[in-house]
């Protein structure tokens, strides 16, 4: 699991989950009349094939991969990384260009069952007390987000989905032996439900609830050791005010909805490891000022996901792929391809 959850870590163009948190959280708050039409009629900053990168594309990855480092760097963005930072956007638009195309090519395709589910769970569509809601989606988010960077969002993300497809058959790819790709297959398809509880030490103490801030970790402590025990840990909860929310099911690729983007990979990784026997968390997770009891309810593999186990898979997979190795197929693209860089201008 550690090893799966390592390799989905990897590219902060793919997925917080694919990039799009940060850019739609500028567009719903930061958006005004003057910012529509924004992109309308200006040139491409690349074509990559003929096919062009237009300037919300851009625009979308600038601000994502910003948003990514100040949160990395605590805000604190070395200059001089910070001045780089259009090249290396603009680079990675021009690879994604070629693996999607490729990925076409060669066959993968996602069907529109599997973008509305994916729609669906996007975190910024919904949250713990609003579900999803198709009218809002089709009325107000897709024309303004089309309106403000002249692109069609559905095409935009099913595009982030195909090189992700494309991904993770290039990572079983590398899998020597069928046993090493049905246990990552298994992984993979693994989904997961929990139930959490957050504790806001602020919240509890100008409540009244707590003599002290410090005691907001104690709080969680003891709510933590007896959160698999319902009879316990009702009246402990009505008692703080709190109540507990359920999770799920989600995969590894939807972690932050359970600890949040601060939580390090070790604590999701030890979150993963639970099993329904063996639920609660071994202590509660601290990610800001925030305390988060947990345990998992239920762990259960996705069937119709998971391809059977076949002793000449390795062997389809490296045939299906040109090159199995992501680093040698990119660059082998970039050799062949035909790239125009339009402009030097900067997005500030």
């Not at 930061?30 to 851009?58: C, L, M, W």
């Not at 095409?155 to 046993?179: G, H, K, M, N």
């Not at 202590?283 to 762990?299: D, E």
């Amino acid at each position: 699991m550690l090893q799966l959850m390592r390799r989905k870590a990897t590219s902060w163009y793919v997925w917080v989950p694919f990039g799009i948190l940060i850019a739609v959280f500028v567009f719903f708050f930061g958006y005004t009349k003057a910012s529509r039409h924004q992109y309308a009629g200006q040139p491409p900053v690349a074509v990559v094939n003929d096919v062009p990168i237009s300037r919300g594309e851009f625009t979308i990855a600038l601000n994502n991969a910003t948003g990514y480092y100040e949160q990395l760097f605590k805000g604190n963005v070395p200059p001089q990384f910070r001045a780089g930072l259009h090249d290396s956007v603009l680079q990675q638009l021009i690879q994604h260009k070629l693996l999607a195309h490729y990925a076409q090519d060669h066959g993968f395709a996602i069907s529109d069952g599997e973008l509305a589910t994916k729609i669906r769970a996007l975190p910024f569509l919904h949250d713990k007390d609003t579900p999803f809601d198709p009218l809002h989606y089709r009325t107000q988010f897709l024309p303004g987000f089309n309106d403000r960077y002249q692109l069609s969002f559905e095409e935009w993300l099913r595009s982030q989905l195909i090189v992700d497809q494309l991904r993770t058959f290039t990572e079983l790819a590398t899998y020597t032996s069928p046993a090493e790709i049905d246990a990552a297959q298994e992984q993979a398809a693994l989904h997961f439900t929990f139930e959490i509880v957050r504790v806001d030490p602020a919240a509890l103490f100008e409540q009244k609830k707590i003599a002290t801030l410090d005691d907001g970790e104690k709080t969680a402590q003891t709510i933590q050791a007896v959160f698999d025990k319902p009879q316990a840990r009702t009246p402990l909860l009505e008692t703080y005010g709190l109540k507990p929310e359920t999770i799920g099911p989600i995969d590894v690729t939807q972690r932050s909805r359970v600890l949040g983007a601060e939580a390090t990979l070790e604590q999701y990784t030890a979150l993963f490891a639970l099993t329904p026997e063996q639920g609660n968390c071994a202590a509660p997770v601290k990610t800001g000022p925030v305390y988060i009891v947990c345990r998992l309810t239920t762990r259960a593999s996705n069937a119709a996901k998971k391809n059977p186990p076949d002793e000449n898979l390795a062997t389809t997979y490296r045939t299906k792929l040109v090159d199995t190795d992501m680093s040698q197929l990119l660059q082998s693209l970039v050799a062949q391809a035909k790239i125009e860089r339009h402009g030097e201008e900067r997005e500030e």
